[in-house]
C-alpha cells in the first residue's frame, strides 16, 4: 500500500516564504512524476509545478521565479520551496504521484496541506 505524507504549510504574511514536502512510503513501487497541485475556495485543483525522475520541471506562469520544486529520489520525497507568496497563494496544497506497483500506473494523492498567505 503505497501512502504519501505531506509536511510544511501554515501561516505567513506577503513576502514571506514556506516549504513543503512529500514522502511516499510503502514497498514494491516506481515512482515517476511527481508534483504539487493547489485548491483554493472552488473545486478545481490546478497544478502548481512538477518533476519527473529525470530531473525535468513544469510550473505554473503563476508562480514561475518564485516557487522551486526538487525531489530526493533515494528518499521517495519531493519538495515545494514556495518564496514572495502572494495572498492568491492562498490554497489546499496537495502532493500528487504518478507511480506504478503491481503493474498498475496511477496517481496517488497526499491528504493535503493548508497554505495562508496574509496580505
Known amino acids: 500500500q503505497v501512502q504519501l505524507v505531506e509536511s510544511g504549510g501554515g501561516l505567513v504574511q506577503a513576502g514571506g516564504s514556506l516549504s513543503l514536502s512529500c514522502a511516499a512510503s510503502g514497498s514494491g513501487f516506481r515512482i515517476h512524476a511527481m508534483g504539487w497541485y493547489r ?10 509545478a512538477i518533476v519527473t525522475t529525470d530531473g525535468t520541471t513544469n510550473y505554473a506562469d503563476s508562480v514561475k521565479g518564485r516557487f522551486t520544486i526538487s525531489r530526493d529520489n533515494a528518499k521517495n520525497t519531493v519538495y515545494l520551496q514556495m ?37
Open 83 to 119: 518564496n514572495s507568496l502572494k495572498p492568491e497563494d492562498t490554497a489546499v496544497y496537495y502532493c500528487n504521484t504518478l507511480l506504478t506497483v503491481q503493474a498498475m500506473t496511477r496517481h496517488y494523492w497526499g491528504q493535503g496541506t493548508q497554505v495562508t498567505v496574509s496580505s
Open 39 to 48: 485548491q483554493g475556495p472552488g473545486p478545481q485543483r490546478d497544478l502548481v
